[in-house]
């Protein structure tokens, strides 16, 4: 996939073209489509068979998430000249988007796919992650997530500091991509089904 300067997703073929990069595995498409979003790509450390993350050269720590997360303490996006480069320098290395265009809300994998059945009853589009089946990230508009900051179980992600890892990252796929038929919510309309979802909980958890 060309990358080029453009951050329009285009309609038609163009989108289509995208949303097929995005549940592919090829990282370099991958991380070419998600600049055609017009979000920042940054490079993450790669998960190697018998030996593991990457990261553990660095330190002799279990990682939590080998092979997407990003490499050093931030995400540092690419420049669009290097990008194709420095991820065929790097075969397998994580795709790390930091949170510029969009907030992530990180929660429990069984309160992500709640959260996302009720969602989808309403017509209600929200792009979702899953990290195999330990957490779910749903993204809502840029600047709203801190609405959520006091939900008990849920981590915001906002700015340029916080990151999410994109598939093909190590364990990452999509549940739900994002698409040019619906911009990403605010997290305004999200939060009705996500207090719901975390409230029956509480009330399984209390029971229990």
């Known amino acids: 996939m060309e990358?080029?300067?453009?951050?329009?997703t285009g309609t038609g073929g163009d989108m289509g073209d995208i949303v097929q990069a995005l549940h592919g595995r090829d990282t370099i498409e991958s991380a070419a489509a998600y600049h055609r979003l017009g979000w920042p790509v940054a490079i993450g450390h790669r998960q190697r068979t018998g030996s593991g993350c990457t990261c553990r050269r660095e330190a002799k720590l279990h990682c939590i998430t080998p092979g997407a997360h990003p490499v050093g303490d931030t995400a540092k996006p690419l420049d669009t000249a290097g990008l194709a480069a420095a991820f065929a320098a790097a075969p397998g290395a994580g795709v790390i988007v930091p949170c510029t265009?969009?907030?992530?809300?990180?929660?429990a994998h069984a309160i992500g796919m709640a959260v996302m059945l009720r969602a989808d009853a309403k017509n209600l589009h929200i792009p979702?992650?899953?990290?195999?089946?330990t957490t779910a990230t749903l993204l809502v508009a840029a600047g709203t997530g801190t609405l959520l900051a006091d939900c008990h179980r849920v981590e915001v992600r906002s700015g340029p500091d916080a990151w999410v890892a994109m598939p093909p990252s190590y364990g990452v796929r999509w549940d739900t991509a994002p698409d040019d038929e619906h911009p990403i919510p605010p997290a305004e309309a999200v939060r009705p089904h996500l207090a719901e979802v975390l409230k029956l909980a509480q009330a399984t958890s209390t029971r229990g």
Do not use: M, N, Q
Request: glycine share 10%; net charge negative.
């Open 3 to 8: 990358i080029t300067d453009g951050c329009s």
């Open 128 to 133: 979702c992650l899953t990290a195999g089946h």
């Open 101 to 107: 265009r969009f907030d992530a809300l990180v929660v």
